[in-house]
């Protein structure tokens, strides 16, 4: 039996493959935080790069945001060769490193972003190439979806994860879902993710299956999320929740009762989102989360666990 990640030091993780990952994670019956950070923007300590402070706080799982393989830039990271980018903070930090990938209507996301620092860029396009760009610089997950406005659809994920699981094979974990509408009308609601939209992720590859935390998204509810997540389960896939509407800049008795809610669903991995401020979640309601999924014994240790071990 695969050690729990809870328990697992920096060594252990590297020597793990993407399946004794994924069963180290569900070992860990819903204690396992991932925190969202984004890499171009300034970092909050100015010299420390955003996903090293979100792994101080305790987060086991790094999602990197607006990461483009292509181009990888991580503000604060010390000089490497971009090729090197993720290895150096997986030594800096010692944590699964995961990256988001985007199946976008290139004309919604243009309309929604263009111009701007969220701009889409190639190398975070949901390509099988971008997937293999990602797993051969370290990348341990790679999750498909969608910033807000991209248009990215359940069937643009459903493509590209077919594509990205023939390309890749079990060299990743592969995550798929939607925090929010993504731009797409009719997606919304109750309708960002179907129990027929987990059936074909899960038929396509998926290993977890991605949706918003309740109270996070109009209609989604303890009930919705908790019939999403027991039908995960049932198709083999573990679950991850997500805050992926900026209220991981809320105030810590709202981040504290949504991880509640989150947990009660059955949740496997508790994501919490990048724009508190932009960049990465408040400090503050990292470590409330993590508190209340797992207490303070075991966020302590994750925060105090030396990387060298």
């Known amino acids: 039996m695969t050690k729990r990640l809870l328990d697992c030091t920096a060594s252990e993780l590297s020597r793990f493959t993407s399946r ?15 925190c969202e950070t984004i890499g171009v923007t300034p970092p909050l300590l100015g010299d ?5 402070y979100a792994a101080a706080l305790s987060a086991d799982i790094l999602l990197l945001n607006m990461f483009d393989v292509q181009a990888p830039v991580l503000q604060a990271l010390p000089e490497t060769a971009p090729q090197d980018t993720v290895r150096e903070l997986k030594r ?35 390509t099988a190439e ?18 807000p406005g991209n248009g990215v659809c359940n069937d643009a994920l459903l493509s590209s994860l077919r594509d990205i699981k023939r390309e890749v094979g079990e060299r990743l974990i592969l995550a798929a879902g939607k925090m929010h509408a993504s731009g797409v009308p009719g997606e919304g609601g109750s309708q960002i993710l179907t129990e027929t939209d987990i059936d074909a992720f899960a038929d396509a590859g998926a290993d977890i299956i991605l949706m918003p935390a309740p ?19 049932r198709r083999g896939c573990l679950a991850m929740t997500a805050i992926g509407t900026s ?31 932009p960049g990465m979640a408040l400090p503050q309601n990292i470590l409330a989360y993590s508190i209340a999924i797992r207490g303070e014994r075991h966020t302590y240790r994750r925060m105090a666990t030396s990387i060298n071990r």
């Open 247 to 277: 209220q991981e800049g809320a105030d810590v008795e709202t981040v504290r009762r949504i991880a509640l809610l989150c947990k009660m669903a059955g949740a496997d991995i508790h994501h919490i989102g990048d724009t508190g401020v």
């Open 20 to 34: 004794e990952l994924l069963g180290s994670i569900a070992g860990c019956e819903g204690r396992v935080l991932a």
């Open 130 to 147: 971008n997937a293999r760009l990602a797993a051969e610089m370290g990348v341990s997950m790679v999750l498909l979806t969608g910033n």
């Open 92 to 126: 800096l930090t010692g944590r699964v490193i995961a990256v988001n990938l985007e199946p976008v209507d290139p004309d919604v996301a243009d309309a929604a972003n263009g111009g701007t620092l969220w701009q889409m860029t190639p190398g975070r396009m949901a």
């Open 215 to 233: 109270g996070t998204v109009p209609g989604i509810t303890l009930e919705t999320a908790h019939a999403l997540i027991e039908h995960a389960h």
């Open 48 to 52: 420390v790069t955003n996903a090293e």
